[in-house]
């Protein structure tokens, strides 16, 4: 997955892009390289919020549409969005129309519980009741609540008053990994294939453990995550990301790959474009090569098709 909500400024400085254009050619770079590098690897488009096909339309005309096979959208109508769980199906339809018929995935829908946690059980069954039959792929956000103590960093707190605190309480999980009412209710859609959206936050060990227990407890098979270009630029990355990718080997991972480090953007800042655009496609290619290696029985079948023709 190639970036994350770049039409929201949480997660792409469009101050820095008003057009979008740096954007659309990052990503144009990215897809293509990971068409040479990984041949058959699904590319998606960033999920955006909010859910505007006009975004994506200005994307594609300028060549991201050759570079992604899947777009993606979030949406939060009990929560955030100015829209009812009821318009989830028509706004789907437009953004497949915008998309040129590629396949949607809705890769963050959730609801949070800070109200209470039986109306958040409720919205399980009516938000994915809503989804299923609309896309190709539903991931639910998220499994777990975030620590009181931690800063959302990508949220405001003395600017979005009761939506800040929204925000630490999606898990259908206490932090702790106690289970919430809505925990058993996603449990019945991971039968159906719904997957979890859940961060890997770094080093964060005994969280992460906790994570894998809990998806398998829930029978929860896919799975979104990411490696944040940020983070790949840490001291001992490697190291901790070798772990974590070899215990999330019986998923089926969809990696999201975003965010800027300082030192490579325009300002140093991870929503900020970066100064080499072909820097993202690098990055994009280490990680591909790393842990999405494309495998040999694939290899022997290109040269066969090369030879035939």
């Not at 995935?105 to 039986?118: L, P």
């Not at 008053?161 to 999980?173: D, E, L, N, S």
């Amino acid at each position: 997955m190639l970036w994350n909500e770049p039409n929201n400024l949480s997660h792409w400085d469009r101050t820095q892009d008003q057009d979008w254009s740096e954007f659309a050619e990052m990503i144009r770079l990215a897809g293509q390289r990971l068409e040479y590098v990984a041949p058959g690897l699904t590319r998606v488009l960033g999920g955006i919020s909010p859910i505007d096909p006009a975004f994506v339309q200005n994307v594609f005309s300028r060549g991201v549409h050759d570079a992604v096979d899947v777009v993606a959208v979030h949406g939060f109508p009990l929560d955030w969005n100015r829209w009812h769980l009821d318009e989830w199906s028509g706004r789907v339809h437009a953004l497949r129309a915008a998309a040129r018929g590629k396949p949607v995935w809705a890769t963050e829908v959730g609801a949070s519980s800070i109200a209470s946690e039986a109306l958040q059980a409720w919205a399980v069954d009516a938000l994915l009741e809503q989804l299923a039959p609309s896309v190709e792929r539903v991931f639910w956000y998220s499994l777990m609540d975030l620590p009181e103590n931690w800063e959302a960093v990508t949220r405001h707190r003395g600017s979005e008053g009761m939506a800040y605190y929204r925000h630490f309480r999606m898990g259908v999980c206490d932090a702790r990994g106690k289970p919430k009412p809505a925990a058993a209710r996603l449990a019945r859609w991971a039968q159906r294939g719904v997957g979890v959206c859940e961060w890997v936050y770094w080093r964060e060990e005994a969280r992460f453990q906790r994570m894998l227990g809990l998806l398998d407890g829930l029978g929860v098979r896919r799975l979104r995550t990411g490696i944040g270009w940020a983070d790949w630029d840490r001291p001992d990355a490697v190291d901790w990301f070798d772990w974590v990718m070899r215990r999330l080997e019986p998923f089926d991972v969809t990696l999201t790959l975003c965010f800027t480090p300082a030192r490579a953007g325009r300002v140093p800042h991870h929503t900020s474009p970066p100064l080499q655009l072909s820097d993202f496609a690098d990055f994009c290619e280490t990680i591909v090569r790393r842990y999405a290696p494309v495998s040999t029985q694939q290899i022997s079948r290109d040269l066969t098709n090369l030879a035939a023709t």
